[in-house]
T-cell receptor
């Protein structure tokens, strides 16, 4: 049981290049999330998914696209990278009971992205 | 938009000392969580508090939820180097679906 895994761990891009970050979870969770973490700003939600084939925008979606073709995978794409997208990206997954209170998010180890 | 502010931003203490970090919200929390994030890893859930005035203990960590559910504190007794990390508070709110909003974090370093 690997939990949540992310690939790659680290990447350097030039401005204008594209790339895809892959997140995979083996806990059969319905919900998956992509966050970015910048110094002094905590975690900010980019996009999220409440199930296979569905995605929605979070707090900072501009410049990113996502896809959830399979329940266990959530992909984050950067079509044309910009230096402002230099950050650490975290994927997370969770399940929800009917109460929706206190459900745990399980995070991956992160992808460190540097855009030059 | 709800804002979660954590204080202090940074804290460096000696092993064995006690400390308290705080999380304050601009609006009432729905359900407050505390996470710890170690360097190079993702956050890991420590505790969830739901009821105003609630106190939960996890070994040397004591979590308090304010009566008005707009603030919370995390107290660590006899800190150890293994407590080093970034402490994040988060609220779970419903806006069509359940989402999380995270605080800015307190970075703790415990020196041996």
């Amino acid at each position: 049981n690997a939990g949540v895994t992310q690939t790659p761990k680290f990447r350097v891009l030039k401005t204008g290049q594209s790339m895809t970050l892959l997140c995979a979870q083996d806990m059969n969770h319905e919900y998956m999330y992509w966050y970015r973490q910048d110094p002094g700003m905590g975690l900010r939600l980019i996009h999220y998914s409440v199930g296979e084939g569905t995605t929605a925008k979070g707090e900072v979606p501009d410049g990113y696209n996502v896809s959830r073709l399979k329940k266990q995978n959530f992909l984050l794409g950067l079509e044309s990278a910009a230096p402002s997208q230099t950050s650490v990206y975290f994927c997370a997954s969770s399940y929800w009971t009917r109460s929706g209170i206190g459900e745990t998010q399980y995070f991956g180890p992160g992808t460190r992205l540097l855009v030059l | 938009t709800q804002l979660l502010e954590q204080s202090p931003q940074f804290l460096s203490i000696q092993e064995g000392e006690n400390l308290t970090v705080y999380c304050n919200s601009s609006s009432v929390f729905s359900s407050l969580q505390w996470y710890r994030q170690e360097p190079g890893e993702g956050p890991v859930l420590l505790v969830t508090v739901v009821t105003g005035g609630e106190v939960k203990k996890l070994k040397r960590l004591t979590f308090q939820f304010g009566d008005a559910r707009k603030d919370s504190s995390l107290h660590i007794t006899a800190a150890q180097p293994g407590d080093t990390g970034l402490y994040l508070c988060a609220d779970i709110y419903y806006s069509g679906t359940y989402k999380y909003i995270f605080g800015t974090g307190t970075r703790l370093k415990v020196l041996a």
